[in-house]
């Protein structure tokens, strides 16, 4: 899912997944928003650019923290993805955001034009993370700050009872770390260095354990999961018969049961926090 041309011809499929799951994705994810305005140091009529913003997160967070003088742009590779996030901001009477369709590779914003730029799981999914960062450092004014949000290792919860299940019985098409792919900057180190390499000054890295609840049970909670990521391991799960595919996904549910309380399920989540400056 990172050639650009790749993403797109998914992004119908996609788009639609993201749409149904959205109100309770931004619930589950919310600590995850929360981590970057707290880390971006944000001001009252600040203009703010974000990479990513899907349906929305941390686009709507990032929207109330800067107050009806700040303005976020929140980006995207495919528009589609973000309808959502703009009936969403009509609905809630958010005026304070923009939805723009860009390649973080190639953004369509002049130079300087923005005071932070913000990521919450994209940057690691960049094909070409070098340019990205350079055009990321390009729109950034002086002093401003890059605060980006990536997956942590998959040794964690999350995924070992949800991929790591899956990959006892059929072989994933996940990039290692590195490449682009959810775990690109799983190692230590390897967000600060990038950050680093790109120019940015101050730069921080952090691995941070966050409560990550879905509203409800596990099974549903496997159900959303296996949508949302579905064109990782889709064609994969499509070859098995359907026998073993539930017995594969009640063994997911199973686990993931351990982690539902009162009909939240919270297996927590590792991520790494990434700050530089311009």
């Known amino acids: 899912m990172t050639n650009p041309e790749s993403f797109r011809k998914q992004a119908p499929s996609m788009a639609e ?3 149904k799951w959205r109100a309770s994705f931004r619930k589950q994810t919310c600590a995850g928003s929360d981590l970057i ?14 990479l990513g913003s899907g349906v929305g997160e941390p686009a709507f967070a990032l929207a ?44 369509p914003f002049g130079d300087a034009s ?26 950034l004014k002086p002093e401003g700050l890059a605060v980006f949000v990536v997956w942590g290792s998959p040794d964690q919860p999350l995924f070992a009872n ?18 682009p792919g ?26 941070c354990a966050l409560s990550w609840p879905w509203p409800g049970p596990a099974s549903e909670m496997w159900a959303a999961f296996s949508d949302l990521s579905g064109p990782a391991f889709g064609d994969e799960l499509g070859q098995l018969s359907s026998e073993r595919r539930a017995a594969i996904e009640r ?12 009909n939240v399920t919270d297996p927590q989540a590792s991520v790494v926090l990434g700050i530089g400056r311009r």
């Not at 063994?251 to 009162?262: M, N, R, S, V």
Request: charged share 20%.
């Open 162 to 179: 949800t991929l790591g299940v899956l990959a006892k019985h059929i072989t994933l098409p996940i990039p290692p770390s590195g490449e």
């Open 251 to 262: 063994e997911i549910i199973e686990a993931l049961t351990a982690y539902e309380h009162d």
């Open 182 to 207: 959810p775990f690109r900057f799983a190692p230590s180190g390897s967000l600060h260095q990038a950050l680093r390499a790109a120019g940015f000054r101050d730069v921080e890295e952090r691995t």
């Open 37 to 50: 305005v707290s880390a971006a140091a944000l001001t009252k009529g600040m203009r703010v650019l974000d």
């Open 64 to 107: 109330a923290a800067l107050g009806p003088t700040g303005h976020v742009v929140a980006s995207d590779l495919v528009l589609e993805a973000m309808s959502a996030l703009t009936e969403d901001a009509q609905r809630a009477g958010v005026s304070n955001i923009e939805c723009v369709q860009a390649n973080m590779q190639a953004l």
């Open 114 to 139: 923005f005071d932070r730029v913000t990521g919450r799981l994209s940057l690691m999914f960049s094909p070409d993370l070098e340019v990205a960062l350079s055009e990321v450092r390009r729109v």
């Open 17 to 19: 997944a993201w749409t």
